[in-house]
C-alpha cells in the first residue's frame, strides 16, 4: 500500500465543536440536548439523499431537520430561528486540542485538508471563523459531486481534487460512518474518540483510533511519517 500523503480531515465535530449550537437549541426548546437530536435527523437526511438520489445541499437538509425536530417537539419556528441556527452553524469554534495538533502536522511533510457534508462556502466560512484556515491546502465539498459522504464518490474526489491515489489518503473523523465510508473507497482512516461517538464493533476497523486528536496525531506520526 502506498505511503500516506494527504490527511484529510472531517469538519464538523471532528475539527469543530458543536455544543457552540447548545444555546440556541436551549433557547429554542428548553434543552441543549436536543442538539444531538437535530444533528442524528440531520445525518439521517444526509445518508436518505444519498441512498434514493435525490440530492439537496446541506443547508437545505439541516432546514429540514430542524423543522422536523420541532414538529416532534411540538415547537413553532418562524424564519429568525432558522436563520439564526444557520448563522451559529458557520460560527462554531474549533475543539481545543485541535489547533495544537494541526501546528504538529504542519511541521511534517504531510499535506492537511478538509473533506466536508457542507458546502465549499459554508466551509471555508466555518475554517475562517475558527481561526484553523491556514493549515490546510484545500477545504473540499461532497456537494460538488452531490453525493454526501460516506459515499465513495466524495472521497475520490477528494483524491482527484488533492492529485493522490485515495491509498495515499488518511481521513480523520470522529464519525463511524465516514470512517466507513473512507475505508471502502481505498483509503486509510484514523478515529477521534469526540464525546458520544464509537466506532461500529462489527465493522472493518481503522489501524489508528485515539481518545483525542493528540493521541491520533502521534499515532500518524508514528504510522505515516
Not at 444555546?23 to 444533528?39: E, I, K
Not at 411540538?74 to 489547533?99: F, K, N, S, W, Y
Not at 472521497?155 to 471502502?184: C, K, N, T
Amino acid at each position: 500500500m502506498s505511503r500516506t500523503k494527504v490527511i484529510l480531515f472531517d469538519a464538523n465535530e471532528t475539527l469543530l465543536d458543536l455544543a457552540a449550537l447548545d444555546p440556541y437549541f436551549a433557547s429554542t426548546f428548553g434543552d441543549p440536548a436536543v442538539r444531538g437530536v437535530w444533528f442524528q435527523q440531520l445525518l439521517e437526511l444526509f445518508l436518505t439523499a444519498t441512498i434514493i438520489d435525490e440530492y439537496a445541499p446541506f443547508p437545505v437538509l439541516a432546514d429540514a431537520a430542524l423543522a422536523m425536530v420541532a414538529t416532534t417537539h411540538g415547537i413553532a419556528l418562524d424564519e429568525h430561528r432558522t436563520t439564526a441556527l444557520r448563522q451559529a452553524i458557520l460560527a462554531l469554534r474549533a475543539h481545543p486540542d485541535v489547533r495544537p495538533a494541526l501546528e504538529v502536522l504542519r511541521a511534517t511533510p504531510l499535506r492537511l485538508a478538509v473533506l466536508t457534508n457542507s458546502t465549499a462556502t459554508s466551509a471555508a466560512t466555518q475554517m475562517t471563523h475558527a481561526g484553523i484556515d491556514g493549515y490546510f491546502e484545500a477545504v473540499l465539498s461532497a456537494d460538488a459531486v452531490r453525493r454526501y459522504k460516506p459515499a465513495r464518490d466524495a472521497y475520490v474526489y477528494a483524491s482527484e481534487q488533492l492529485a493522490v491515489e485515495p491509498s495515499e489518503i488518511r481521513l480523520v473523523a470522529a464519525h463511524g460512518w465516514d470512517v466507513a465510508g473512507a475505508l471502502a473507497a481505498g483509503c486509510r482512516a484514523a478515529f477521534v474518540g469526540r464525546e458520544g461517538k464509537a466506532l461500529n464493533p462489527q465493522g472493518k476497523q481503522p489501524d489508528i483510533i485515539g481518545t483525542g486528536m493528540h493521541d491520533v496525531v502521534s499515532q500518524i506520526i508514528e504510522r505515516d511519517i
